[in-house]
């Protein structure tokens, strides 16, 4: 179950909310983050590996999400440039290989207001804190039960970072959507903001 309490079409928010309330008050808040000692070795023999339930709670569909972390396009940097941020750890480690692990961590999005796990969200990550992975899951949790909600704030520790080609990942990758007219304000948390220097912002 998503927060009670966050806006949802026909869940707590009637049909007419537009004529009820300004567009500005229903805002998604979001907040994302990489947890890196949720990891997960390879597995000796992987055929055994059943899922469950694949994607019906909070960790997405892994068949789609392994064709669009294939298929996505790496970011054009050196593999050993360093974050314009002073010193960030998601970015600076985004590259770092460990070939013992399926998971070098996971990365979801949650309610910023509630702390609540967005359904479908949580990603592995495959090698430090990528992009594509992130960008797939706030691709998800926009698009969940936000119909007619055309502002979201995304509060992330490297926004200053992942938002300058986000639109352009989004446009370039068929398994990233956003909703139609949907204005992403994106923020770094106060938590967070002494990883950061003057040119962030």
Request: aromatic fraction near 8%.
């Amino acid at each position: 179950v998503f927060c009670p309490a966050c806006p949802q079409l026909e869940i707590n928010l009637p049909g007419d909310w537009k004529d009820l309330y300004n567009e500005d008050t229903v805002t998604l808040h979001y907040v994302v983050d990489g947890n890196f000692t949720a990891q997960h070795m390879k597995m000796m023999r992987p055929e055994c590996d059943i899922a469950l339930a694949d994607g019906l709670g909070y960790m997405v569909e892994d068949g789609p999400y392994q064709n669009h972390i294939s298929s996505a396009q790496r970011p054009k940097i050196h593999l050993k440039q360093k974050s314009s941020c002073q010193n960030h750890r998601t970015v600076n480690e985004a590259n770092v290989n460990r070939s013992n692990l399926q998971a070098t961590g996971i990365g979801a999005t949650a309610c910023a207001r509630h702390g609540c796990f967005v359904l479908h969200c949580v990603v592995d990550f495959n090698k430090g804190e990528q992009q594509k992975s992130i960008d797939y899951s706030i691709c998800q949790a926009l698009s969940y039960n936000s119909t007619g909600i055309t502002k979201a704030l995304i509060i992330y520790d490297v926004a200053c970072q992942w938002y300058v080609k986000f639109c352009r990942r989004v446009e370039a990758c068929p398994a990233l959507q956003i909703p139609d007219d949907m204005d992403i304000i994106p923020a770094v948390g106060k938590f967070h903001l002494n990883a950061h220097n003057l040119d962030c912002f």
